[in-house]
T-cell receptor
């Protein structure tokens, strides 16, 4: 199935550090969503982006909708142990209501 | 309901049997999506409904897979003549309406085909 390129695949960071991850594609998207998934749970929505260039924050999380509409970025500031999990981007493909998910970024925080 | 509800949470079946997975979306949500998620991978799109209309079924792997949402609320994903490669987590998500952006997921149905 179709999936978006997401990087990095995994990250090990120290508690308190900032984290950046991104999602890229050759296709154009109308909406970007960022999710966090804990083991055994369903994905939980963190941030939704609707316009090219939009920058949106949710607590320590900040996400941006790329100007070209082909990419998106998520930053986590001052990471804490409960940030551990898998982060997924999802883009709504232009001209459809289909959401394509990224391959995921696995985050591990070392106390 | 308060959240997206899926049943059964776990299903173990023998190869060749048919299975039906159910999704009850958030009350008032018009759009409903089915995804399949392999371990360690991102959700993979299967199909999508607006009200009772199946708008896109391009992600269904083959004709053994079908989905319906006859009254525009509860949806059923049916897999006929299951094969071992069908084993996965099947996730349902709903949103307020087409293009409204926010997709909310259920806990999923874990299918194991022996």
């Amino acid at each position: 199935g179709q999936q978006l390129n997401q990087s990095p695949q995994s990250m090990f960071i120290q508690e308190g550090e900032d984290v950046s991850m991104n999602c890229t594609s050759s296709s154009i998207f109308n909406t970007w969503l960022w999710y966090k998934q804990d083991p055994g749970e369903g994905p939980v929505l963190l941030i939704a982006l609707y316009k090219a260039g939009e920058l949106t924050s949710n607590g320590r999380l900040t996400a941006q909708f790329g100007i070209t509409r082909k990419d998106s970025f998520l930053n986590i500031s001052a990471s804490i142990p409960s940030d551990v999990g898998i982060y997924f981007c999802a883009g709504q493909l232009q001209g459809t209501y289909k959401y394509i998910f990224g391959t995921g970024t696995r985050l591990k925080v070392l106390a | 309901g308060a959240g997206v509800s899926q049943s059964p949470r776990y299903k173990v079946t023998k190869r060749g049997q048919d299975v039906a997975l159910r999704c009850d979306p958030i009350s008032g949500h018009v759009s409903l999506y089915w995804y399949r998620q392999a371990l360690g991978q991102g959700p993979e799109f299967l199909t999508y409904f607006n009200y009772e209309a199946q708008q896109d079924k391009s992600g269904l792997p083959n004709d053994r897979f079908s989905a319906e949402r006859p009254e525009g609320s509860i949806s059923t994903l049916t897999i006929q003549r299951t094969e071992q490669r069908d084993s996965a987590m099947y996730r349902c998500a709903s949103s307020l309406g087409p293009g409204t952006g926010e997709l909310f997921f259920g806990e999923g149905s874990r299918l194991t085909v022996l």
